[in-house]
T-cell receptor, first 112, second 115 residues
Framework: SQQGEEDPQALSIQEGENATMNCSYKTSINNLQWYRQNSGRGLVHLILIRSNEREKHSGRLRVTLDTSKKSSSLLITASRAADTASYFCATATIQGAQKLVFGQGTRLTINP | SQTIHQWPATLVQPVGSPLSLECTVEGTSNPNLYWYRQAAGRGLQLLFYSVGIGQISSEVPQNLSASRPQDRQFILSSKKLLLSDSGFYLC??????????????FGEGSWLTVV
C-alpha cells in the first residue's frame, strides 16, 4: 500500500518564487526522505529527516516534519528553472526500515 | 565512490517474450538492492528487495521475478511479458544498515515497452 501522498500533484510557479510541497503518510515512521527526478531519469536523494527531528535545511531546501500530523513539507526557496522536476517523499517505517515506500510525487514546473 | 549500473537503458519487447534487466553496484559490499517500477507520470512501486545473496523479498505478486546471484548483482526477469509490464524500471541500492532507513541510490532506469 502507498505510504506517502504528495500534495499538490502539480505545481507551476515563476522563477524566483518559493515552492512548497507537502507529504502525508499513514503509519509511524523511522525517517522520511525527499527525492527529485528529472524527466526520464533516476531519482536523486535530496534530504533525510528522522522522526525525532522537526526541521532540516540543505542549501535552498527546507524540510519540516510533524509526526503528530503525519506530514512533511519541502520548501524550495528562490526557485530556478533547473528546479523543474518531480519531487517524491519516501518513508521508512519502523517495521520495514530496510525499504522505502514512495508517494506519487509532485510535478514542479518553474517558469522563466 | 559507489556507482550503480543498470542495463539495457531502453528495450522494446513483444508480448510473451522473456525479459532480463541487470543491475550491478560497485564500490560497496553487502548492499540492500531494490527493483522499483514507475508507470508513466506515476510514483514508484517497490517490486523486490534483497538484503543478501539469494535472499529476495517480493512486494507485489506479478509476472516478474528477481534474483541475486552475486553480492552486487540484481536481476529482474520475466518468462513471458505482458502488456501491463511496460514501464520504467529502476534499480537501487542502500548501504547495509547499521541503523535503519538508509538513503537509497538509484540507477538511471530502464524503459520497457511491451508491444
Amino acid at each position: 500500500s502507498q505510504q506517502g501522498e504528495e500534495d499538490p500533484q502539480a505545481l507551476s510557479i515563476q522563477e524566483g518564487e518559493n515552492a512548497t510541497m507537502n507529504c502525508s503518510y499513514k503509519t509511524s515512521i523511522n525517517n522520511l526522505q525527499w527525492y527529485r527526478q528529472n524527466s526520464g531519469r533516476g531519482l536523486v536523494h535530496l534530504i533525510l529527516i528522522r522522526s525525532n527531528e522537526r526541521e532540516k535545511h540543505s542549501g535552498r531546501l527546507r524540510v519540516t516534519l510533524d509526526t503528530s500530523k503525519k506530514s512533511s513539507s519541502l520548501l524550495i526557496t528562490a526557485s530556478r528553472a533547473a528546479d523543474t522536476a518531480s519531487y517524491f517523499c519516501a518513508t521508512a517505517t519502523i517495521q520495514g526500515a530496510q525499504k522505502l515506500v514512495f508517494g506519487q510525487g509532485t510535478r514542479l514546473t518553474i517558469n522563466p | 565512490s559507489q556507482t550503480i549500473h543498470q542495463w539495457p537503458a531502453t528495450l522494446v519487447q513483444p508480448v510473451g517474450s522473456p525479459l532480463s534487466l541487470e543491475c550491478t553496484v560497485e564500490g560497496t559490499s553487502n548492499p540492500n538492492l531494490y527493483w522499483y517500477r514507475q508507470a508513466a507520470g506515476r510514483g514508484l512501486q517497490l517490486l523486490f528487495y534483497s538484503v543478501g545473496i539469494g535472499q529476495i523479498s517480493s512486494e507485489v505478486p506479478q509476472n516478474l521475478s528477481a534474483s541475486r546471484p552475486q553480492d552486487r548483482q540484481f536481476i529482474l526477469s520475466s518468462k513471458k511479458l505482458l502488456l501491463s509490464d511496460s514501464g520504467f524500471y529502476l534499480c537501487a541500492w542502500s548501504a547495509w544498515p547499521r541503523f535503519s532507513g538508509n538513503t537509497i541510490y538509484f540507477g538511471e532506469g530502464s524503459w520497457l515497452t511491451v508491444v
